[in-house]
Nanobody, 124 residues
């Protein structure tokens, strides 16, 4: 079964940067859009960013636009999320997800494949 594994999380001070990576165990997601979601304590999971299969058409939640950048490297079966100017409100568990074929929107129900999640904590 194909797996998605996140890495790169940790604790960072407000204003700092982190780069999350997501490694796919197979190449089966190279033709699928992929995305990042996050879930903060006591809150519902929310969309962060998504990208089409060829790396084009990135979309972002308003809360991260201009600070986060999503990218992918299909040759490495990898997805990335560069997070700059981190804020306390960015503290959450971040999840990598692969969508149904070309869908690259914010509806989590269209993403049947998920990683286990990784903690990002922004401190003051």
């Amino acid at each position: 079964q194909a797996q998605l594994v996140e890495s790169g999380g940790g604790v960072v001070q407000a204003g700092g940067s982190l780069r999350l990576s997501c490694a796919a165990s197979t190449r089966r997601f190279s033709n699928n859009a992929m995305g990042w979601f996050r879930q903060a304590p006591g809150k519902e999971r929310e969309f962060v960013a998504a990208i089409s299969w060829n790396g084009g058409s990135p979309t972002y939640a308003d809360s991260v636009k201009g600070r986060f950048t999503i990218s992918r490297a299909n040759a490495k079966n990898a997805l990335y999320l560069q997070m700059n100017s981190l804020e306390l409100e960015d503290t959450a568990v971040y999840y990598c997800a692969a969508a149904r074929s070309s869908y690259s929107g914010a509806d989590s129900a269209q993403y049947p494949y998920w990683g286990q999640g990784i903690q990002v904590t922004v401190s003051s």
